[in-house]
């Protein structure tokens, strides 16, 4: 009798993840990861860096080659091979070969799709120019570097003000480009509040970025392929260069057509072992739904931290152990220029269906003593249940050592916390690091008194 | 009828603290505290960055003067005044005028002891040398910075490896001095465990201080009130200024004497509204006892923050309110020249009574992702007991963005979480921040393992 086969769906976080744990569980299985790109196991959060040149060269994004899975773990990781049917009656996919076009069968005994995420490409005028980039590949990356170290462009326009617009951003900055964004929503990475919000734009256009918020782009205006300016419901900016980034959904195509419920955002649907809705077949990564910790409602995220957890859970189960992936409470963090930016939990925003009553502060304060050189400016929002005082969120926008606080509350809110056990926690302080009263306790005393 | 008073023994962080909190609650209240110094609310932790330059002035380690105090808050805070008596029995205390000499007697209706605690003081041969300092004084601090920028002495000799030697040394390796630390122990921060102060002594040695740990100092050796060398038990050191910073403990003459039943380390034992055991008197900051969160048993801290905080909660209680402090889970943070330090909960030094089994683990990782350029080594120890799983405490060593990573665990601590818990905490990635699995998780999944 042969081996056991894990065929898996996808060659990043999730699906490398659990290869690798799979095979720490069990030397005796076959396993075989096919990817439609030219990578494995690379750091798509690194883009930015590499493109804006803080990461020098392309080959640390790569963190395993296929070669290095094949000799130190024994994991085959087959790249441009493209799974264009998986037929879970037959439990087999049909692969795609895409240097030879060849279409091919693989038999699976357990299945992980770790499909990702996608770009949200919208279909505007122009958007086929050859300079418009998407930017959630490492050819896109790639492409754009060489297209800004050989052309020199001097004007960008980001379309989209989410996490990977700001981090583009700040990539361009760094080279030197005019660089103005525009964004659909009236502030800023939608994923805090518009007053914390406001407070990123503020910091961003004191620094040179020209925003254009609340206006939606609809064309690109160009000739011979090329682009010459934006359009956007109120002016036309001039651009030698664009950056589409304005959302990102699950990859779930493929697990539609299989018969695989989807759920959230058409994100398939797992238990808390990541298994799917089907037998033998698991899911991991930007392509399932997950759950909202402090809601326990259904949840997506799109980050590679969840990810590899999931695809570190399914690995260890398809192994024969028994781990589980309970849900996220939503924690994201990223910086652009001298600005550090976090969230975790519910927003007001998320708030606003008046389901759970609500209180919550924003305070600004410092991320050390005032005395000390080098202080910045900190602003923090604490948000919590009216009535019980139970943390239900927290925000924070400032200088070098602001956003990594929300790790704080972050544990507060998986640990169910409330506001009055936050203002009494043992938070470190020295004068280089914290105020005598931590700018998280500040907010939390604050709110209390309103709880 | 006059209006009730609240007397307050001493002037720095829990008795101004108190104050500002019994005047909120109060406005009625006649509020009057005695300080011994010259200075009341004023910024100790600052210290060691004043005696280094990195805090310029003077007055910044000021928070606010007796002036502001007066009109402000209505608040009286007399300086170079000696409360020598307690007498609850009386309702009153004694005070000294340390310029006239005169004493008077000022009756209470409420008391409060905010004494502090006192450096101890060696008595070897030639410690009264003009060239030996303490620092636990703004005066300390004032002398010493006029000293060095008078004579600029060459060599420096600090007596003590904890916290204020390394914060000195810091100061003084800022002003080129030639440093050594002479420590007792065997290691540097008896607060963590020797393999993690290994790793603060070897980044110390690197950028030039010299370390004798393991060896007592026995005497200063010098003429006419001059030291020319700090004598140890195993050699001689030239050194043409010392600093003595050995222990601190609770300043608690006063308070026996007055009767009041004292704890641990002689401190005040107050319950959890800071409440002495004596009618009408109160106590907080460093000369009471306070509660090791995770074992519930007696502690004694000595950190700006759990004096703010008790003095808060008496000042609330004593005008009427209900606050309380539950204790302190021993949270502690610094940094010497590149190098930060952390601990929280208990150590296995802590735990070599035997009393609660455990298992630990010590993982060398990475402040950020390994290709974000200014990624720094970073060491975390994680504590758990064995068989429950429970975090017992957590200690840091590493570069820049390492230390306040504690707080996480402090969170952890005082939600009594398990390894398991902390291994599933959803905390924030970005490249410029951390690695996809943060190193508390890292460390977490590796002591899961072994739970």
Redesign the interface.
């Known amino acids: 009798m042969s081996a056991e086969k894990l065929v898996i769906v996808g060659g990043d976080?999730a699906a490398m993840s659990a290869a690798s744990q799979a095979r720490r569980g069990r030397v005796d299985l076959d396993i075989v990861a096919f990817e439609e790109g030219r990578y494995v196991s690379y750091?798509a959060?690194?883009i930015p860096?590499y493109v804006g040149g803080?990461?020098d060269s392309f080959d640390?994004?790569l963190i395993r080659t296929p070669e290095e899975f094949r000799q130190k773990q024994s994991i085959e990781a087959r790249v441009r091979q493209e799974v264009v049917h998986v037929l879970p009656a037959e439990a087999k996919v049909v692969v795609r070969d895409l240097e030879s076009r060849r279409e091919y069968e693989e038999p699976y005994d357990h299945l992980l799709i770790a499909t990702g995420g996608k770009a949200v490409w919208p279909a505007l005028p122009g958007i086929d120019s050859r300079d418009v980039f998407g930017m959630s590949t490492l050819d896109d990356a790639k492409a754009l570097r060489e297209r800004l170290e050989r052309e020199r462009p001097g004007r960008v326009v980001i379309v989209g003000g989410g996490y990977i617009g700001l981090e583009m951003a700040e990539a361009f900055m760094r080279r030197g480009l005019d660089v103005s964004i525009v964004g659909r929503a009236p502030e800023l990475l939608r994923s805090i509040d518009p007053d914390m919000g406001a407070l990123v734009s503020g910091a961003l256009v004191k620094t040179g970025v020209h925003l254009y918020l609340g206006e939606a782009a609809t064309a690109f205006e160009g000739t011979g392929g090329r682009v010459s300016a934006v359009v956007t419901e109120r002016r036309t900016l001039p651009a030698d260069l664009v950056v589409v980034g304005v959302g990102f959904r699950p990859n779930t195509d493929l697990a539609r057509d299989a018969g695989l419920p989807l759920g959230f955002k058409d994100a398939i649907k797992v238990d808390d072992h990541m298994r799917a809705a089907v037998e033998r077949v698991w899911a991991a990564g930007d392509c399932v739904e997950t759950v909202q910790?402090v809601t326990g409602r259904p949840h997506w995220a799109s980050?590679?931290?969840?990810a590899?957890?999931q695809g570190r859970v399914a690995g260890t189960n398809i192994a024969g152990g028994d781990a589980s992936?309970?849900g996220?409470?939503?924690?994201?963090?990223?910086?652009v220029g001298p600005v550090e930016i976090?969230r975790?939990g519910l927003s007001e925003t998320d708030l606003s269906d008046g389901e759970i009553p609500f209180v919550s502060v924003k305070i600004d304060t410092r991320t050390s003593?005032?005395?000390?050189?080098g202080t910045e400016p900190m602003s923090v929002k604490l948000i919590a249940e009216r009535g019980t005082g139970r943390l239900l969120g927290g925000q924070i926008v400032g200088g070098a050592?602001a956003?990594?606080?929300?790790?704080?509350l972050?544990?507060?809110?998986?640990?169910r916390?409330t506001i009055d056990?936050i203002a009494?926690?043992?938070?470190?302080?020295?004068?280089?690091?914290?105020s005598?009263?931590?700018p998280l306790l500040l907010a939390a005393r604050e709110l209390c008194a309103e709880c």
Chains 1, 2 share one sequence.
């Open positions: 976080a750091a959060c690194g860096y803080v990461v640390k994004l910790l980050v590679a931290t969840v590899s957890k992936f309970r996220t409470c939503g924690t994201m963090i990223t910086k976090s975790t003593a005032r005395y000390y050189p050592g956003a990594m606080r929300i790790n704080v972050a544990t507060g809110l998986q640990a916390m056990e009494r926690l043992d938070l470190a302080y020295a004068p280089p690091f914290s005598v009263w931590d």
